[in-house]
């Protein structure tokens, strides 16, 4: 049996404006909202590690879902306007995860999602969508003046691999990393937990886009 929890919807002293997601509504482009990402992620992932955090507030509203619901061609009356209060989606409410994602690290490819689907939310109510960094693994090391990539054997951030951060400019290397984070989401009215789930990502520390697209991995690189 799945439990839904309940939790503090304050994210603390430590958290911080970091972006602003614009979300636009509807087919025709005329209903813009936006949300303030906050919490703890470093921008660009210089100096990303395990307990950091970044969440954002966000609304479904009715042309969200029959936006998403006629792109997919889901034609559950649940999601249509029919419904008095119609449902958004599970797969629409799990997409803010990886706009938070590419919102700060504009260098990352998803990998894998999982998710558990705990209680409905209805269009109109206040989300509270949440990634949480549990684990950072270096993939690969690359020097940048030289064009040389070194296979790092999968080391942890912030235990052996602290020496290839680009922080402060650095030292012309560039770290291509696995990064899992838990996924949720609440709802912010009664701070009921709605979606859970563990993500996956590949993320290359600092700006430029690079060889991102190409670095596919195997089972072996996130172990």
């Known amino acids: 049996m799945i439990r839904s929890t309940i939790r503090l919807l304050s994210p603390g002293p430590i958290s911080k404006p970091l972006a602003v997601l614009n979300f636009t509504?509807?087919?025709?482009?005329?209903?813009?909202?936006?949300?303030?990402?906050e919490g703890t992620i470093p921008m660009n992932g210089i100096g990303l590690a395990?307990?950091?955090?970044?969440?954002?507030?966000?609304?479904?509203?009715?042309?969200?879902?029959?936006?998403?619901?006629?792109?997919?061609?889901?034609?559950?009356?649940i999601h249509t306007p029919s419904t008095p209060s119609p449902l958004v989606p599970g797969l629409l409410l799990s997409s803010t995860f990886p706009s938070l994602l590419s919102s700060l690290l504009p260098n990352c490819v998803y990998r894998?999602?999982?998710?558990?689907?705990?209680?409905?939310?209805?269009?109109?109510?206040?989300?509270?969508?949440?990634?949480d960094v549990k684990?950072?693994?270096?993939?690969?090391?690359?020097?940048?003046?030289?064009?040389?990539?070194q296979e790092r054997g999968g080391e942890r951030r912030g235990e052996e691999d602290k020496s290839g951060s680009n922080e402060g400019?650095?030292?012309?290397?560039?770290?291509?990393?696995?990064?899992?984070?838990?996924?949720?989401?609440?709802?912010?009215?009664?701070?009921?937990?709605?979606?859970?789930?563990?993500?996956?990502?590949?993320?290359?520390?600092?700006?430029?886009?690079?060889?991102?697209?190409q670095v596919e991995g195997s089972e072996e690189d996130v172990r």
């Open 25 to 37: 509504s509807g087919l025709s482009n005329t209903s813009t909202h936006s949300g303030v990402v």
């Open 135 to 149: 684990d950072v693994k270096t993939l690969r090391v690359r020097n940048k003046d030289k064009g040389e990539n």
């Open 169 to 213: 400019g650095g030292t012309g290397r560039e770290q291509i990393m696995v990064v899992k984070f838990a996924t949720n989401v609440w709802r912010v009215k009664d701070g009921l937990n709605v979606l859970g789930g563990v993500g996956e990502a590949v993320v290359k520390e600092g700006k430029g886009l690079s060889e991102m697209v």
């Open 112 to 131: 894998s999602q999982s998710l558990k689907f705990v209680a409905p939310v209805h269009s109109g109510q206040e989300c509270l969508c949440r990634i």
């Open 50 to 77: 395990p307990g950091q955090f970044a969440e954002v507030k966000r609304t479904f509203t009715l042309p969200d879902i029959t936006t998403f619901a006629s792109t997919t061609g889901d034609s559950n009356p």
